[in-house]
């Protein structure tokens, strides 16, 4: 077994993430959200701290602490806005492919001085004479991304391709959840691309950025359901029914031991799969049952939340609908749960 405790400076880096979240993500969130605001103020914060180098090698630039950390701050993040945990989701997915592919953009996106998304292989774009083509449906940050990352086809193989965010054409998508996260459909008609990495050192660079995206979403996820149970649970102390508050009702008390039961064993899961890529062992299918853990943990504890709200549950002054929302975004992200799902069986069962 491997240690899942966090280093001395590890701690100090989520200690400050914390402290930006209580400070400025937490008491905005819920407006951010309602009025689909995107939330570049608090992208910036983020890059003033310097986290979107976290996991990206110290002669790259970057600080070298791995994916745990990483995890470990998302959390914190995931329990008030997943809008936000899934811009810096995409931008450490977008560095560490550019990392694996030695790109020259790889400074920029490390500073934040460009905003970057990683537009997965799910979404099926196509590369050809320097040209990229196609339309990827639901892309988080797209809509105000300075740099799209792609892992695209080409006739030779898979190839990770640069292209400024501005040179596509940009639909806002107005879906479920994630309304700050600036989500957009993508459409690409002979667009200029830059090449950065073929054949085998894009597969590498691909799989940097997918590994990524499953860690970082299930560590979001952990936090957006804690966050549900932790709304839940204060709403329960103080509503009074039959004469005593919610929360000293049994049937209530059982639904938060079964979400916390949940959040937590996929917290572990999360963690693991974390760890296993630190140490570079095997770990894609542990970042796969650990993805679709927490984000089935989340989706759980918010909807408890919402009964547990009764009809406030379904308001928007109350959060947890917000929670609920976005982790059903969640689930379709990435190739989608039951894509992924099908991917872990067959590394299972082959």
Known sequence: MHNLQLTEDQEMVVDTVRKLVADAVAPKAQELDEHRTFVREWFDGLAELGVYGLSVAEDKGGAGMGLLPFAAALEAVGAHSGSLARLWIGQVQAALALEAAGAPQLDDV????????????????????????????????????????????????????????????????????????????ITCEGVAAEAVASGEAAQQAIAAARMAGWVGTGAAAVGG???????????????????????????????????????????QLVWHAARLVDLQQPAVEAALRARISAVDAMVLSADEAIQIHGGFGYTVEYHVERHYRDGKCFEVLDGGSDGLRDRLAELQFA
């Open 110 to 185: 490390v500073a934040g001085g460009a905003l970057a998304t990683f537009v997965g292989p799910e979404h099926g774009l196509a590369f050809a004479g320097g040209k990229l083509g196609g339309v990827a449906e639901y892309v988080p940050a797209a809509a105000e991304a300075d740099l799209l990352v792609v892992a695209a086809s080409s006739a030779e193989g898979p190839v990770l391709v640069v292209c400024a965010g501005s040179a596509v054409q940009r639909e806002a998508t107005i879906g479920l959840g994630l309304h700050s996260a600036a989500c957009a459909r």
């Open 225 to 267: 359901g804690g966050g549900a149970i932790d709304q839940a649970r204060r709403h329960a102390g103080e509503r009074i029914a039959f004469g005593k508050p919610l929360l000293a009702q049994q049937a209530v008390q059982r639904k938060l031991v079964e979400c916390q039961r949940a959040v937590e064993g996929a917290r």
